[in-house]
């Protein structure tokens, strides 16, 4: 063995934000076949101090929109700011960090396979072999072949756009808006994100199980822009599209023995939102403490996590038809305090205050949902003996 302590297989946002964190001895191997799409995305996410890569973010909102089903409501957001960090701007700080660490290696290359043994594990990369004791992978993302589970994705296009006339408050981000026409087939909104008084990311969104064509991405844009922000003319800057898993469907620990998933091959992409920003920020400071405490990364027990659970429900609900996307979150904010909200989807709230929301949404809707997904919990368990 001996050249790497760890390889990390992709150097995405998971990947990189775990170099970040390994111990500063450690001998890294960062492997990536270097996606230029990777640039062309912004991460959006909350939170109540500042976090490793503050320097980077693009913009800061302390309020909040949330717009539908008789709901118009500017929510200031205190203790959290909602941030946005651009890819580009995340990779250019990244590269400056990489530069003064001559302990860590870039190699751009395709990972074909990931191998694991009983002490080490080994990437093939265009042909050529590279062990180390442990592999971080975000590169190869699992196939999901099992059944039984709710699966959707989360897929948009966004545009920044300039206005000729100052129309945008840049204190306030739009969280979501669904004053856009919602169809039988899924949950749509839409995220207006204001840098200045002229220009603004706005991206139009879809929770659906097939993605739509490029011009009905388009049309959903157009027809927001126009009917909400009474814009007609207007310049295109930059567009971004994407689609996220949301699914609970579990996604392997490890890839292989010694080869570890991080990222959104990891499962870090939460099921009903899809936001994965934080949750693989907070994966690689576990993975670090791990380390630290342990010796290996892999000491955090991935048990049941209730967290987990409420999203099978939720995801039960959108996909039965039991309720509008609309009308659950529209609901979360009428009846309780913004920032409880934020704290609950960003999974910091405790058991008590998850009950108190689940008092407020709609009970007999989300009972069934919860009946029925403890029904094929139970049939799974019983299933696998
Ligand atoms: C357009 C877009 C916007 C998003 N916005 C948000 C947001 O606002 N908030 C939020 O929380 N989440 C957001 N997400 C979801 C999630 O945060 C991102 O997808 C995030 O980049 C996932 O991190 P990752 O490291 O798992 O994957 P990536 O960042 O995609 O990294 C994977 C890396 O692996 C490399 N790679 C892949 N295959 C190979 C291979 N075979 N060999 C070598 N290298 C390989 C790729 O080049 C890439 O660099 C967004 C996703 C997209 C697509």
Redesign the pocket.
């Known amino acids: 063995m001996g050249e790497y302590d760890f390889i990390i ?9 775990l170099a970040y964190r390994l111990p500063e001895s450690a001998k890294v191997l960062l ?5 230029a ?2 640039l ?6 909350w939170e109540a101090s500042a976090g490793p890569f503050e320097a980077a973010i693009h913009h800061r909102w302390n309020d909040i929109f949330v717009h539908g089903n008789g709901l118009s409501e500017r929510y200031k957001i205190a203790p959290y700011t909602y941030k ?1 960090l651009r ?1 580009r701007d995340f990779y250019a700080f990244m590269q400056r960090w990489l530069e003064g660490q001559p302990q860590i290696t870039v190699q751009r ?4 396979r990931l191998e694991g043994g009983p002490d080490g594990a080994t990437a093939w ?1 265009d042909g050529a072999a590279f062990r180390a004791p442990w592999i971080f992978n ?4 699992p196939a999901q072949t099992e059944t039984g589970f709710h699966s959707l994705l989360q897929h ?1 296009k ?1 545009w920044v756009i300039r206005s000729p006339s100052a129309i945008f408050d840049a204190t306030a981000a739009t969280f979501m808006d669904f004053r856009t026409a919602q169809q039988a087939t899924g949950t749509r909104f839409v995220y207006v994100m204001p840098f200045d008084a002229h220009t603004a990311l706005v991206e139009y969104t879809v929770f659906s199980p097939a993605l739509l064509t490029d011009l009905e991405y388009d049309a959903g844009l157009r027809e927001y822009i126009a009917a909400q922000l009474g814009l007609e003319e207007f310049e295109i800057l930059e567009v ?5 898993p949301m699914t609970d469907a579990p996604f392997p620990r490890f890839h292989a023995p010694h080869v570890l998933n ?5 499962g ?3 099921a009903s ?8 920020q907070r994966q690689a400071e576990q993975i670090a403490k791990s380390l630290l405490e342990t010796g290996r990364p892999d000491a955090a027990h991935a048990g049941f996590n209730r967290h987990d659970w409420m999203d099978s429900v939720y995801l039960n609900v959108l996909l039965k038809g039991r309720e509008a996307g609309s009308r659950f979150f529209t609901d979360l904010f009428k009846r309780n305090d913004a920032v409880q909200v934020l704290k609950f989807l960003d999974e910091g709230s405790n058991p008590l205050e998850d009950l108190r929301l689940m008092t407020t949404v709609n009970i007999p809707v989300f009972t069934a949902a919860a009946l029925e997904v403890i029904g094929s919990q139970v049939r799974q368990a019983l299933s696998k003996g």
């Open positions: 297989a992709g150097a995405g946002m998971a990947g990189l934000s492997i990536d076949r270097d996606d799409a990777r062309e995305r912004t991460w959006c996410f946005m890819g290359g395709n990972v074909q990369v975000s590169a190869l993302r948009f966004g971004e599209s994407g689609v996220i991080i990222g959104i091959a990891g870090r992409a939460k939102t899809g936001y994965t920003f934080q949750r693989s």
